[in-house]
């Protein structure tokens, strides 16, 4: 599918009033997964659980790939900065800095810490994970890019937020990152607000590392979804449950 057929199939899917899910692949997915989104909702919060901040302009960009510029093709402040690339004539910028927040990040490029400060982008590293608790981080993330709670949330997680132990089979592994655990408290909280219409989980690719490292990659990954969807805190009963007695 090109990006196009997915901005066009993620909008078609929140139409109906579903909730999306996006599994890539890598992360310029969220260029279209995001202008979907913002088709429908169009005043949308963006939670960025990445080791990148995935803001690099094409010109600012060292290794050129498109996966580390997804945000700034998104964000309408960023515009006079990008420059117009063939085959994205249908990309709207939909966004607005004030409304996406970071978490996780640990790997920052220059042209990147000078856009997350000119436009004091919300941005939570891993030391400010450390130090403030994964519980007030995402409090402090509602509270500045959705305190009311009156906008629809994206997720994107992008699998090399976790620690490489957790999730070795992907392109950019940074040290240093989420447990496990983390991460998927992280999206337990994220689905209590009730708010998230699409998500994307990014950057598994399974064909990096040994067989081994592909499992725990998959496994990680489906255990943050399960997460997300509440497989380790809620049980399903149904009515006619009874207690069985001796
Ligand atoms: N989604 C990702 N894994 N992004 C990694 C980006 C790495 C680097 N900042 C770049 O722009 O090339
Ligand atoms: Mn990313």
Same mark, same amino acid.
């Given at each position: 599918m090109t /990006?196009?057929?997915?901005?066009?199939?993620?909008?078609?899917?929140?139409?109906?009033?579903?909730?999306?899910?996006? *599994?890539?692949?890598?992360?310029?997915?969220?260029?279209a997964t995001i202008h979907g989104h913002a088709k429908v909702e169009n005043d *949308?919060?963006? #939670?960025? #659980?990445?080791?990148?901040?995935?803001?690099?302009?094409?010109?600012?960009?060292?290794?050129?790939?498109?996966?580390?510029m997804? /945000?700034?093709?998104?964000?309408k402040e960023l515009q006079p900065y990008v420059p117009k690339l063939p085959g994205f004539e249908w990309l709207k910028p939909c966004i607005s800095v004030k409304d996406i927040a970071f978490i996780g990040v640990r790997d920052i490029d220059?042209?990147?810490?000078?856009?997350?400060?000119?436009?004091?982008?919300?941005?939570?590293?891993?030391?400010?994970?450390?130090?403030?608790?994964?519980?007030?981080? *995402?409090?402090?993330? #509602?509270?500045? #890019?959705?305190?009311?709670l009156n906008k629809k949330i994206h997720m994107s997680f992008d699998i090399d937020s976790l620690d490489p132990a957790f999730a070795p089979s992907t392109g950019t592994p940074v040290p240093y990152g989420l447990s496990l655990r983390e991460g998927m408290f992280l999206v337990e909280e994220i689905a209590l607000t009730n708010k998230v219409t699409g998500i994307d989980l990014v950057e598994i690719n399974p064909d990096l590392g040994s067989q081994r490292d592909q499992f725990t990659t998959i496994s990680a990954a489906a255990e943050v979804l399960y997460a997300f969807f509440g497989k380790r805190t809620k049980t399903q009963l149904p009515s006619d449950y009874v207690l069985p007695k001796p």
């Open positions: /990006l196009v057929q997915i901005s066009d199939k993620v909008e078609e899917i929140l139409r109906c009033g579903q909730t999306v899910v996006t *599994l890539g692949g890598d992360h310029s997915m969220s260029v *949308l919060a963006i #939670i960025w #659980i990445d080791a990148h901040p995935d803001i690099n302009t094409p010109l600012t960009s060292a290794s050129g790939n498109i996966h580390g997804p /945000l700034s093709f998104l964000t220059k042209a990147e810490r000078y856009i997350i400060d000119k436009y004091n982008i919300t941005t939570f590293t891993m030391r400010d994970i450390d130090k403030l608790g994964m519980e007030c981080v *995402l409090e402090r993330t #509602i509270e500045a #890019i959705n305190p009311t």
